[in-house]
Protein backbone atom coordinates (compact mmCIF):
# COMPACT_ATOMS: atom_id res chain seq x y z
CA UNK A 1 0.00 0.00 0.00
CA UNK A 2 1.03 3.75 0.25
CA UNK A 3 3.16 5.13 2.93
CA UNK A 4 0.18 7.29 3.52
CA UNK A 5 -1.54 4.52 4.29
CA UNK A 6 1.29 2.44 5.50
CA UNK A 7 -0.46 1.71 8.63
CA UNK A 8 -4.10 0.26 7.32
CA UNK A 9 -4.49 -3.27 7.96
CA UNK A 10 -5.87 -5.06 4.56
CA UNK A 11 -6.74 -8.73 4.44
CA UNK A 12 -7.30 -11.35 2.12
CA UNK A 13 -6.91 -15.21 0.91
CA UNK A 14 -3.46 -16.55 -0.94
CA UNK A 15 -5.21 -19.36 -2.86
CA UNK A 16 -3.20 -22.13 -4.02
CA UNK A 17 -3.07 -25.67 -4.66
CA UNK A 18 -2.01 -28.02 -7.46
CA UNK A 19 -3.16 -27.62 -11.02
CA UNK A 20 -6.93 -28.22 -11.45
CA UNK A 21 -7.73 -28.22 -7.92
CA UNK A 22 -10.30 -24.74 -8.51
CA UNK A 23 -8.29 -21.93 -7.82
CA UNK A 24 -10.43 -20.16 -10.15
CA UNK A 25 -13.04 -21.22 -9.92
CA UNK A 26 -12.89 -20.77 -5.94
CA UNK A 27 -12.23 -17.22 -6.34
CA UNK A 28 -15.15 -16.55 -8.80
CA UNK A 29 -17.31 -18.24 -6.21
CA UNK A 30 -15.73 -16.39 -2.99
CA UNK A 31 -15.81 -12.89 -4.95
CA UNK A 32 -19.66 -13.80 -5.40
CA UNK A 33 -20.10 -15.19 -2.02
CA UNK A 34 -18.63 -12.06 -0.56
CA UNK A 35 -19.91 -9.38 -2.47
CA UNK A 36 -23.74 -10.95 -1.80
CA UNK A 37 -22.62 -10.02 1.77
CA UNK A 38 -21.49 -6.27 1.13
CA UNK A 39 -17.53 -7.30 1.49
CA UNK A 40 -15.95 -5.19 -1.11
CA UNK A 41 -13.88 -7.87 -2.93
CA UNK A 42 -10.58 -7.31 -5.38
CA UNK A 43 -9.04 -10.28 -7.06
CA UNK A 44 -5.80 -10.63 -7.53
CA UNK A 45 -4.26 -13.14 -10.37
CA UNK A 46 -1.08 -14.01 -9.56
CA UNK A 47 -1.04 -16.86 -12.36
CA UNK A 48 0.70 -15.57 -15.54
CA UNK A 49 -0.53 -19.17 -17.38
CA UNK A 50 -4.43 -17.79 -16.55
CA UNK A 51 -6.24 -16.96 -19.78
CA UNK A 52 -9.53 -15.56 -19.74
CA UNK A 53 -10.16 -15.67 -15.92
CA UNK A 54 -14.19 -15.79 -14.88
CA UNK A 55 -14.18 -13.46 -12.36
CA UNK A 56 -13.11 -9.90 -12.44
CA UNK A 57 -10.31 -9.39 -12.25
CA UNK A 58 -8.41 -5.92 -10.29
CA UNK A 59 -4.94 -6.73 -10.81
CA UNK A 60 -3.78 -9.06 -13.38
CA UNK A 61 0.22 -10.49 -13.54
CA UNK A 62 -0.32 -11.16 -17.22
CA UNK A 63 -0.24 -6.65 -17.64
CA UNK A 64 3.14 -7.19 -16.16
CA UNK A 65 4.37 -10.27 -17.63
CA UNK A 66 2.75 -13.73 -19.64
CA UNK A 67 3.72 -17.88 -19.64
CA UNK A 68 3.50 -17.59 -23.14
CA UNK A 69 5.88 -15.05 -23.65
CA UNK A 70 8.30 -16.10 -21.25
CA UNK A 71 8.46 -19.63 -23.23
CA UNK A 72 8.52 -18.48 -26.36
CA UNK A 73 11.40 -16.05 -26.12
CA UNK A 74 13.22 -17.73 -23.31
CA UNK A 75 12.85 -21.28 -24.28
CA UNK A 76 11.69 -22.36 -20.89
CA UNK A 77 9.08 -24.98 -20.51
CA UNK A 78 5.85 -24.87 -18.56
CA UNK A 79 7.40 -25.47 -14.61
CA UNK A 80 10.54 -22.95 -15.87
CA UNK A 81 8.58 -20.56 -17.00
CA UNK A 82 6.56 -20.03 -14.40
CA UNK A 83 9.00 -20.24 -12.20
CA UNK A 84 10.79 -17.42 -13.93
CA UNK A 85 7.50 -15.23 -14.10
CA UNK A 86 7.42 -15.65 -10.02
CA UNK A 87 10.94 -14.36 -9.64
CA UNK A 88 10.31 -11.81 -12.49
CA UNK A 89 7.56 -10.18 -10.06
CA UNK A 90 10.03 -10.90 -7.21
CA UNK A 91 11.91 -7.89 -8.81
CA UNK A 92 8.92 -5.69 -9.58
CA UNK A 93 7.32 -5.05 -6.38
CA UNK A 94 7.07 -1.69 -7.61
CA UNK A 95 4.71 -2.82 -10.15
CA UNK A 96 2.38 -4.40 -8.04
CA UNK A 97 2.46 -2.06 -4.93
CA UNK A 98 1.14 0.52 -7.46
CA UNK A 99 -1.65 -1.73 -8.51
CA UNK A 100 -2.70 -2.57 -4.64
CA UNK A 101 -2.47 0.74 -3.26
CA UNK A 102 -5.70 1.76 -5.19
CA UNK A 103 -7.42 -0.78 -4.09
CA UNK A 104 -7.70 0.31 0.09
CA UNK A 105 -10.74 -1.04 1.59
CA UNK A 106 -11.09 -3.81 -0.10
CA UNK A 107 -10.82 -7.98 0.95
CA UNK A 108 -8.08 -9.39 -1.63
CA UNK A 109 -7.72 -12.93 -3.04
CA UNK A 110 -4.86 -13.88 -4.91
CA UNK A 111 -4.88 -16.46 -7.47
CA UNK A 112 -1.69 -18.27 -7.26
CA UNK A 113 0.00 -20.54 -9.91
CA UNK A 114 -0.76 -24.13 -9.22
CA UNK A 115 2.73 -25.00 -9.92
CA UNK A 116 3.34 -26.82 -6.92
CA UNK A 117 7.24 -26.34 -6.51
CA UNK A 118 6.01 -22.84 -5.72
CA UNK A 119 4.56 -23.93 -2.61
CA UNK A 120 6.73 -26.46 -1.25
CA UNK A 121 10.23 -25.26 -2.48
CA UNK A 122 11.09 -22.68 -4.76
CA UNK A 123 11.27 -19.14 -1.90
CA UNK A 124 9.69 -16.74 -4.68
CA UNK A 125 5.98 -16.94 -4.48
CA UNK A 126 6.98 -17.19 -0.45
CA UNK A 127 8.55 -13.88 -0.80
CA UNK A 128 5.63 -12.02 -2.09
CA UNK A 129 3.72 -13.16 0.53
CA UNK A 130 6.14 -11.88 2.65
CA UNK A 131 6.46 -8.42 1.13
CA UNK A 132 2.67 -8.59 1.30
CA UNK A 133 2.85 -8.56 4.56
CA UNK A 134 5.42 -5.74 5.43
CA UNK A 135 2.64 -3.76 3.56
CA UNK A 136 0.22 -4.47 6.13
CA UNK A 137 -1.59 -7.63 4.60
CA UNK A 138 -2.56 -9.75 6.37
CA UNK A 139 -3.14 -13.05 4.48
CA UNK A 140 -4.26 -16.47 5.30
CA UNK A 141 -3.33 -19.41 2.72
CA UNK A 142 -6.09 -21.30 1.22
CA UNK A 143 -4.68 -24.50 0.15
CA UNK A 144 -7.21 -26.13 -2.36
CA UNK A 145 -7.23 -30.09 -2.87
CA UNK A 146 -9.42 -31.96 -5.24
CA UNK A 147 -11.27 -34.53 -3.61
CA UNK A 148 -11.00 -37.35 -5.38
CA UNK A 149 -7.91 -38.45 -4.03
CA UNK A 150 -9.43 -39.12 -0.62
CA UNK A 151 -11.04 -42.17 -2.70
CA UNK A 152 -7.49 -43.66 -3.79
CA UNK A 153 -5.75 -44.20 -0.37
CA UNK A 154 -2.12 -44.14 -1.71
CA UNK A 155 -3.14 -40.83 -3.39
CA UNK A 156 -4.34 -39.13 -0.09
CA UNK A 157 -1.09 -39.97 1.95
CA UNK A 158 0.26 -38.10 -1.06
CA UNK A 159 -1.81 -35.16 -0.55
CA UNK A 160 -1.52 -35.01 3.26
CA UNK A 161 2.89 -34.70 2.46
CA UNK A 162 1.73 -32.25 0.05
CA UNK A 163 -0.21 -29.81 2.43
CA UNK A 164 2.43 -30.01 5.37
CA UNK A 165 5.45 -29.74 3.30
CA UNK A 166 3.26 -26.25 1.98
CA UNK A 167 2.06 -25.10 5.50
CA UNK A 168 5.61 -25.55 6.72
CA UNK A 169 7.18 -23.48 3.26
CA UNK A 170 4.61 -20.55 3.21
CA UNK A 171 4.67 -19.46 6.43
CA UNK A 172 1.18 -18.45 6.55
CA UNK A 173 -1.82 -19.13 8.58
CA UNK A 174 -3.18 -21.96 6.92
CA UNK A 175 -6.80 -23.59 5.61
CA UNK A 176 -6.64 -26.74 4.18
CA UNK A 177 -9.67 -27.54 2.03
CA UNK A 178 -11.38 -30.39 -0.27
CA UNK A 179 -12.81 -29.24 -3.20
CA UNK A 180 -15.26 -30.39 -5.51
CA UNK A 181 -17.21 -32.23 -2.87
CA UNK A 182 -20.40 -32.46 -4.78
CA UNK A 183 -18.19 -34.86 -7.42
CA UNK A 184 -16.39 -37.18 -5.05
CA UNK A 185 -18.13 -40.37 -5.87
CA UNK A 186 -18.07 -39.99 -9.07
CA UNK A 187 -14.39 -41.63 -8.65
CA UNK A 188 -15.21 -44.42 -6.63
CA UNK A 189 -16.41 -45.34 -2.82
CA UNK A 190 -14.66 -43.88 0.54
CA UNK A 191 -13.32 -46.66 2.02
CA UNK A 192 -14.33 -44.66 5.90
CA UNK A 193 -16.09 -41.53 7.16
CA UNK A 194 -15.49 -38.46 5.48
CA UNK A 195 -14.93 -36.92 9.06
CA UNK A 196 -11.79 -39.69 8.50
CA UNK A 197 -10.20 -37.62 5.53
CA UNK A 198 -11.02 -33.42 7.00
CA UNK A 199 -9.81 -34.52 10.35
CA UNK A 200 -7.07 -36.71 9.44
CA UNK A 201 -7.62 -39.69 12.33
CA UNK A 202 -5.60 -42.57 12.91
CA UNK A 203 -3.68 -43.33 9.65
CA UNK A 204 -2.78 -46.66 10.73
CA UNK A 205 -6.21 -47.68 9.37
CA UNK A 206 -5.19 -46.43 5.99
CA UNK A 207 -1.69 -47.88 6.28
CA UNK A 208 -3.65 -50.80 6.83
CA UNK A 209 -6.07 -50.84 3.91
CA UNK A 210 -3.38 -49.81 1.80
CA UNK A 211 -1.50 -53.36 2.36
CA UNK A 212 -4.49 -54.89 0.65
CA UNK A 213 -3.05 -53.49 -2.73
CA UNK A 214 -0.58 -56.10 -3.68
CA UNK A 215 1.68 -52.96 -5.10
CA UNK A 216 1.58 -50.68 -1.61
CA UNK A 217 2.44 -54.15 0.03
CA UNK A 218 6.08 -53.65 -0.72
CA UNK A 219 6.02 -50.61 -0.18
CA UNK A 220 4.34 -50.57 3.90
CA UNK A 221 7.35 -49.07 5.90
CA UNK A 222 7.80 -46.80 3.54
CA UNK A 223 3.84 -45.20 4.10
CA UNK A 224 4.07 -46.04 7.92
CA UNK A 225 6.92 -43.86 8.31
CA UNK A 226 4.63 -41.08 5.81
CA UNK A 227 2.15 -41.24 8.37
CA UNK A 228 4.14 -40.77 11.30
CA UNK A 229 5.58 -37.81 10.11
CA UNK A 230 2.30 -36.38 9.35
CA UNK A 231 0.82 -37.41 12.74
CA UNK A 232 4.25 -35.77 14.58
CA UNK A 233 3.32 -32.57 13.04
CA UNK A 234 -0.30 -32.67 13.77
CA UNK A 235 -1.39 -29.83 11.68
CA UNK A 236 -3.17 -31.10 8.82
CA UNK A 237 -6.94 -31.09 8.56
CA UNK A 238 -9.39 -30.47 5.95
CA UNK A 239 -12.48 -28.54 5.53
CA UNK A 240 -14.53 -29.63 2.45
CA UNK A 241 -16.10 -27.33 -0.17
CA UNK A 242 -18.65 -27.36 -2.54
CA UNK A 243 -18.18 -23.75 -4.36
CA UNK A 244 -22.07 -24.17 -5.52
CA UNK A 245 -23.14 -24.91 -1.95
CA UNK A 246 -23.27 -21.32 -0.11
CA UNK A 247 -23.57 -22.88 3.45
CA UNK A 248 -20.39 -25.17 2.25
CA UNK A 249 -18.96 -21.23 1.02
CA UNK A 250 -19.92 -19.89 4.89
CA UNK A 251 -18.00 -22.15 6.44
CA UNK A 252 -14.61 -22.29 4.42
CA UNK A 253 -15.22 -18.48 4.73
CA UNK A 254 -15.39 -18.39 8.57
CA UNK A 255 -12.47 -20.25 8.73
CA UNK A 256 -10.36 -18.13 6.77
CA UNK A 257 -11.60 -15.20 8.67
CA UNK A 258 -10.54 -16.60 11.74
CA UNK A 259 -6.72 -17.77 10.45
CA UNK A 260 -6.08 -14.51 9.29
CA UNK A 261 -7.91 -12.39 12.45
CA UNK A 262 -10.59 -10.81 9.74
CA UNK A 263 -14.11 -9.48 11.66
CA UNK A 264 -16.97 -8.23 10.26
CA UNK A 265 -18.96 -5.46 11.15
CA UNK A 266 -23.03 -5.97 12.23
CA UNK A 267 -23.96 -4.89 8.84
CA UNK A 268 -22.01 -7.81 7.14
CA UNK A 269 -23.32 -10.19 9.99
CA UNK A 270 -27.61 -9.05 9.25
CA UNK A 271 -26.37 -9.45 5.30
CA UNK A 272 -24.69 -13.06 5.92
CA UNK A 273 -27.95 -13.94 8.28
CA UNK A 274 -30.39 -12.74 5.43
CA UNK A 275 -28.49 -14.83 2.47
CA UNK A 276 -28.14 -18.18 4.48
CA UNK A 277 -31.96 -17.86 5.34
CA UNK A 278 -32.91 -18.24 1.58
CA UNK A 279 -31.76 -21.74 1.49
CA UNK A 280 -33.06 -23.00 -1.12
CA UNK A 281 -32.15 -20.42 -4.13
CA UNK A 282 -32.50 -21.28 -7.24
CA UNK A 283 -28.82 -20.27 -7.82
CA UNK A 284 -27.38 -23.07 -5.48
CA UNK A 285 -27.59 -26.40 -5.33
CA UNK A 286 -27.20 -28.72 -1.75
CA UNK A 287 -28.58 -31.78 -2.78
CA UNK A 288 -25.34 -33.71 -3.98
CA UNK A 289 -23.09 -32.32 -1.14
CA UNK A 290 -25.26 -33.27 1.23
CA UNK A 291 -26.39 -36.35 0.12
CA UNK A 292 -22.36 -37.79 0.14
CA UNK A 293 -21.28 -35.69 3.54
CA UNK A 294 -24.64 -37.47 5.51
CA UNK A 295 -23.66 -40.71 3.50
CA UNK A 296 -20.21 -40.73 4.98
CA UNK A 297 -21.18 -39.02 8.68
CA UNK A 298 -23.28 -41.56 9.15
CA UNK A 299 -21.90 -45.01 11.27
CA UNK A 300 -21.07 -47.29 9.18
CA UNK A 301 -19.71 -51.15 9.79
CA UNK A 302 -16.99 -51.99 11.53
CA UNK A 303 -13.58 -52.64 9.68
CA UNK A 304 -11.91 -55.80 10.59
CA UNK A 305 -9.07 -53.79 11.98
CA UNK A 306 -11.32 -51.68 14.12
CA UNK A 307 -13.38 -54.79 15.42
CA UNK A 308 -9.67 -56.42 16.39
CA UNK A 309 -8.54 -53.27 18.24
CA UNK A 310 -11.75 -53.02 20.20
CA UNK A 311 -11.20 -56.93 21.05
Not at 44 to 68: F, K, M, R, W
Not at 76 to 84: A, E, M, S, V
Not at 115 to 141: I, M, P, S, Y
Request: aromatic share 10%; glycine share 6%.
Amino acid sequence: MSENHASCLAFGQAVIGPPGSGKTTYCFGMQEFMSRIGRKVAVVNLDPANEGTPYQCAVDISELITLADVMDNLKLGPNGGLIYCMEYLEANFDWLREKLANLEGHYFLFDCPGQVELCTHHGALKNVFAQLAKWNFRLAAVHLVDSHYCTDPGKFISVLCTSLSTMLHVELPHVNVLSKMDLIEQYGKLAFNLDYYTEVLDLSYLVDHLATDPFFKNYRRLNEKLVEVIEDYSLVSFVPLNVQDKESMRRVMQAVDKANGYSFGDLEQRSLEALMSAAVGADFHFTSTLAVQEKYVQPQEKTVEQEAMEI
